[in-house]
């Protein structure tokens, strides 16, 4: 088991920022693959970003280029969501996910934390 834990969520104007965290307590997570999702109230759980064991590889869906960045620091442990220009449609639950692979994927996920939510007011 790998006992992620998100932090940093809560309530943001339209177009603000803010810094998603995941870390795991007593697990290191340089061998895996990490990934963010979200999910909407009464929509499926969706891909955001992802990034390889050494940060070299990263994926974004489409709707997130260019305004969030997925980053990770193995010394802390610690994998980011940097997450700008907020707009209300980014409301949702964001998960942190590790992926037992060095292949950088969406989907086939090992490992889920328990979600931090993020709220975008218009």
């Known amino acids: 088991q790998v006992p992620l834990v998100e932090s940093g969520g809560g309530l943001v104007q339209a177009g603000g920022s803010l810094r998603l965290s995941c870390s795991a307590s007593g697990r290191t997570l340089i061998y895996y693959t990490m990934g963010w999702f979200r999910q909407a109230p009464g929509k499926e759980r969706e891909f955001v970003a992802a990034?390889?064991?050494?940060?070299?590889?990263?994926d974004y869906a489409d709707s997130m280029k260019g305004r969030f960045t997925i980053s990770r620091d193995n010394a802390k442990n610690t994998v980011y969501l940097q997450m700008n220009s907020l707009k209300p449609g980014d409301t949702a639950v964001y998960y942190c996910a590790a992926r037992l692979s060095h292949i950088v994927a969406r989907s086939f996920y090992d490992y889920w934390g328990q979600g931090t939510q993020v709220t975008v007011s218009s």
């Open positions: 990034i390889s064991w050494n940060g070299d590889t990263t």
